[in-house]
């Protein structure tokens, strides 16, 4: 039987992007191949327990949800497609952008990071722009820390051929909303975008 790496269950609103407010049921899924400074879900790095397949659908059938977000972690170096077959939800899945998988052509909408330089991991463009292309609905989304994030971002759009939004999002701990907006509003980027922070850490939800 399918098992999986699991980190945690729990229902919440997504916080971040285009899906911010969406009430849904979260599935953590544990291990990731970046360590980005500023994590901040470094319990999911570690690669515990395994939980099988029909475990996690009986568990995410417990709440009354439209929706079901795989995170991490990172998903994808787990074989999510059983997973996604049986869940009986519409999916929205957060990467980090350095893995690829056909499954991503099957899923509603799909979140992929951009590592800007104060993460200190890298990007791989070749693979974030496969992701990118073989995405049905989706957005990029960048944890910005200060100027230098800001700027890597605004020029590394010119690298990648992006059809949806590009999400700024300040570090929680490092950049205040206002001065991310102060960031773009004197060098604005020429592209569809939102400013966002993240709903709910104000909130005060998982
Ligand atoms: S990719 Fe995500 S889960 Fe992995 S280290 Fe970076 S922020 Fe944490």
């Known amino acids: 039987m399918q098992k999986y ?23 953590r899924l544990s291990g990731c191949n970046l360590r980005c400074k500023w994590c901040d879900t470094k319990d999911s790095w570690v690669q515990n327990d395994q939980v099988s397949l029909d475990d996690i659908v009986r568990e995410v ?6 929706w079901v977000c795989i995170t991490g972690g990172e998903p994808l170096l787990q074989d999510i497609k059983p997973l996604i077959k049986k869940l009986q939800y519409k999916i929205s899945l957060e990467t980090n952008g350095t893995i690829y ?3 991503i052509k ?4 799909v979140s992929v990071d951009i590592k800007t330089p104060s993460s200190e991991m890298k990007n791989d463009f070749t693979v974030l ?12 989304k960048a944890v910005i820390s200060d100027e230098n994030d800001y700027l890597f971002v605004k020029n590394s759009l010119n690298e990648i051929d992006l059809k949806f939004p590009l999400i700024l999002q300040p570090n929680f701990f490092e950049l205040s909303y206002k001065d991310l907006f102060s960031l773009y509003s004197k060098n604005p980027v020429d592209h569809e975008i939102r400013i966002l922070m993240q709903l709910h850490k104000i909130g005060d939800l998982k």
């Open 61 to 66: 059938d417990k709440y009354d949800t439209e």
């Open 106 to 109: 099957e899923i509603d909408f």
């Open 5 to 27: 790496f699991l980190s945690e269950i729990f229902f919440s609103v997504n916080g971040e992007g285009l899906q911010i407010g969406i009430p849904m049921v979260f599935i």
């Open 129 to 140: 722009q496969k992701v990118l292309d073989n995405t049905k609905y989706g957005q990029l």
């Open 101 to 103: 998988d056909d499954i």
